[in-house]
């Protein structure tokens, strides 16, 4: 069973740089049968998807975000990582990692339980 | 940006009722939608993918349905444990989710 992992800094100071680190275990972060993605929940709120990189490295962004985001992978370690920049307070929110799988047409089909990361000086 | 509207924003139901939520794009989204049910403190769980079809493990009293820009969430029968929120999500362009459906007690 594919398990994601998220940790990171609970708190982040404006405008500082968000980094997090999604571990994936159970599963290859090179499999061919899925690609992973970023997506936040601020408290109270719905669901906002950040960011997904396909298992050929190419990447998609929200555009409303996508001059602020960085997604990467580190194969050897099996983790995937976010890295936000600029952030203010409305980056406050809980970051999960999930994956996209082909059997769920490419949909969120597993998550991490999500990391509040607040942001605050 | 495809915008996903769901309504209402809030259910309130007994166990044993029928609930239908709704979620409608502001563009044509083909089949691509899916539902996913939020419990409090949880993670998303994927309930239905591809507008009708249910992921694995997914009792048969969910189903979905719709396509194009309207969309139907449909609980045949509640269950104490369906009290949740629900959300849509869709993949025709990109990705985005609804605001959520809250289904009560």
């Known amino acids: 069973q594919l398990q994601l992992q998220e940790s990171g800094p609970g708190l982040v100071k404006p405008p500082e740089t968000l980094s997090l680190t999604c571990t994936v275990s159970g599963g290859s972060i090179t499999s061919t049968t899925q690609f992973w993605g970023w997506i936040r929940q601020p408290p109270g709120k719905g669901l906002e998807w950040i960011g997904s990189?396909?298992?050929?490295?190419?990447?998609y962004h929200n555009p409303s975000l996508k001059s602020r985001v960085t997604i990467s992978v580190d194969t050897s370690k099996n983790q995937l990582f976010l890295n936000l920049t600029s952030v203010t307070a409305a980056d406050t929110a809980v970051y999960f990692c999930?994956?996209?799988?082909?059997?769920?047409?490419?949909?969120?089909?597993?998550w991490g339980q999500g990391t509040l990361v607040t942001v605050s000086s | 940006e495809i915008v996903l509207t769901q309504s209402p924003a809030t259910l309130s139901l007994s166990p044993g009722e029928r609930a239908t939520l709704s979620c409608r794009a502001s563009?044509?989204?083909?089949?691509?939608l899916a539902w996913y049910q939020q419990k409090p403190g949880q993670a998303p769980r994927l309930l239905i993918y591809?507008?009708?079809k249910r992921a694995a493990g997914i009792p048969p009293r969910f189903s979905g349905s719709g396509s194009g820009t309207d969309f139907t969430l449909t609980i045949s029968s509640l269950e104490p444990e369906d009290f949740a929120v629900y959300h849509c999500q869709q993949r025709g362009n990109l990705y985005t989710f609804g605001q959520g459906t809250k289904v009560e007690i």
């Open positions: 591809d507008a009708f």
């Open positions: 999930a994956s996209h799988d082909h059997d769920y047409g490419g949909n969120f089909g597993f």
């Open positions: 990189i396909y298992y050929s490295g190419r990447i």
């Open positions: 563009q044509s989204v083909s089949s691509f």
